[in-house]
């Protein structure tokens, strides 16, 4: 079984910087790609970014392209997200996935943790 969880959430001004982080458990021999997405009131969810978790290979949307790094801590089985120059229309949900394979759609994932609100304030 794997868990996630994410942390790091919260509100905050335009222009402003959070940083994510998501700790995993469990089995790690499926642990091919971790990834973060977002959802917001209406919408689908959204990928944002994905790093491998053997070779650090990263992907991003080209939304948050400069303004958003993840990164992942293969000792301490964690992957952050630093979020920076935030936008008002990056209010969202939050959350971290685990893959078996690269991938960068919502349905290659199969695990996901409970997610973490972003809101930020223009």
């Known amino acids: 079984q794997v868990q996630l969880v994410e942390s790091g959430g919260g509100l905050v001004q335009a222009g402003g910087s959070l940083r994510l982080s998501c700790a995993a458990s469990g089995r790690t021999d499926s642990r091919v790609t971790m990834g973060w997405f977002r959802q917001a009131p209406g919408k689908e969810r959204e990928f944002i970014a994905a790093?491998?978790?053997?070779?650090?290979?990263?992907y991003y949307a080209d939304s948050v392209v400069g303004r958003f790094t993840t990164s992942r801590d293969n000792a301490k089985n964690t992957v952050s997200l630093q979020m920076n120059s935030l936008r008002p229309e990056d209010t969202a949900v939050y959350y971290c996935?685990?893959?078996?394979?690269?991938?960068?759609?919502?349905?290659?994932?199969?695990?996901w943790g409970q997610g973490t609100q972003v809101t930020v304030s223009s």
């Open positions: 790093i491998t978790w053997s070779g650090g290979r990263t």
């Open positions: 996935a685990q893959s078996s394979r690269i991938a960068t759609i919502a349905s290659a994932y199969d695990y």
